[in-house]
């Protein structure tokens, strides 16, 4: 039995028809998964994956503990090697997944005396991470530069300010100008943080993502990209300089404090990296996102290429 205040929550989910459950995917079309390029039900990636373990000659599962103990396999410096060259950035570092980044980031780099200026529709990892630190956090509205240009304004006092926001939002398939936003965060000497999780494989050459679609890698503190979306396997990193990569590496406990994840996730991302540049469905998915915005729904957010 659960305690009574806990019961009183579920029981109140389930009167508002908002009870959350479990299921097991059905051989149905797919109009709700992250898996923008059908990369995840990829055979031809997954034996990309098999062959990239036998080239290292990796016969084993195990990552076997934290990557500051035991757990930093060999095929994690040549991974983050390729992605920082990939990503045009200093440094890459790898984590176990998105969420874990960016609670990694967020409750580790601002401070107390800092403040942190996000999107209101910001991904529920970033509140979570800001919640966890010790600065304060307000919210500006929906991709309106000018309430975050009063925000920055009225905060300039502060420490140090963090902006965060998406370059893509899932649910409405929208980005705000990076540009302009970039700008702006010059303007206050504010530190820019960009979530690309919903714009890698999908929006820049070679589904690099938006920052560098617009050339703003050196503008940008950092850049968070997942690997459960459109790259169809599983983990993330956070893209920046060494200092920062080094900072991480020493505070942020999600990172710290974690098993690392085992070579084959690591072989998974490197395959799906390979397959990025060619990627024929990339424009086949632009052309659908086309069609439903103009001929169907009008909702940006239906993004599907598997049939
Ligand atoms: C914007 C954004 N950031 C981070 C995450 C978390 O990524 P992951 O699924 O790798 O934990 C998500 C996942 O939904 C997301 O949409």
């Known amino acids: 039995m659960l305690p009574e205040k806990l019961a009183n929550k579920i029981h109140q989910r389930k009167t508002e028809n908002a009870l959350r459950t479990l299921g097991t995917s059905l051989p149905l079309t797919d109009f709700s998964s992250n898996d923008y390029l059908g990369f995840s039900k990829s055979e031809q990636l997954f034996n990309a994956a098999h062959a990239y373990l036998a080239a290292n000659n990796i016969k084993h599962n195990g990552a076997a503990g934290s990557r500051l103990l035991s757990g930093n396999h060999s095929l994690y410096p040549k991974l983050e090697h390729m992605l920082s060259e990939f990503h045009n950035s200093e440094a890459a570092l790898i984590f176990n997944s998105g969420y874990d980044a960016n609670i990694g980031l967020f409750s580790s780099l601002p401070q107390r005396g800092d403040v942190v200026l996000y999107d209101e529709h910001i991904h529920a990892s970033i509140r979570d991470g800001i ?30 300010i963090y902006v965060v926001t998406e370059s893509v939002f899932s649910m409405d398939g929208d980005s705000p100008d990076l540009v302009q ?65 080094q900072y991480l590496i020493n505070f942020s406990r999600s990172f710290i404090y974690t098993t690392a994840l085992p070579p084959h996730s690591l072989a998974a991302i490197q395959a799906a990296y390979q397959e990025l540049p060619s990627h024929i469905k990339r424009a086949q998915l632009h052309e659908n996102i086309k069609h439903f915005k103009k001929d169907h729904f009008g909702c940006a957010s239906l993004m599907m290429t598997r049939n």
Do not use: P, W
């Open 131 to 160: 919640s966890m630190s010790h600065a304060k956090a307000y919210k500006f509205k929906h991709n309106n530069l000018t309430h975050l240009g009063e925000l920055l304004k009225r905060y300039q006092q502060s420490d140090t």
């Open 181 to 245: 936003l970039s700008n702006l965060c010059k303007t206050y000497q504010a530190y820019l943080i960009i979530d690309e999780a919903h714009a890698i494989g999908i929006l820049g050459n070679n589904g690099s993502g938006l920052v560098q679609a617009t050339g703003l890698e050196q503008h940008v503190f950092a850049r968070l990209v997942t690997y459960g979306k459109a790259l169809g396997c599983h983990g993330a990193a956070v893209l920046g300089s060494k200092a920062l990569k």
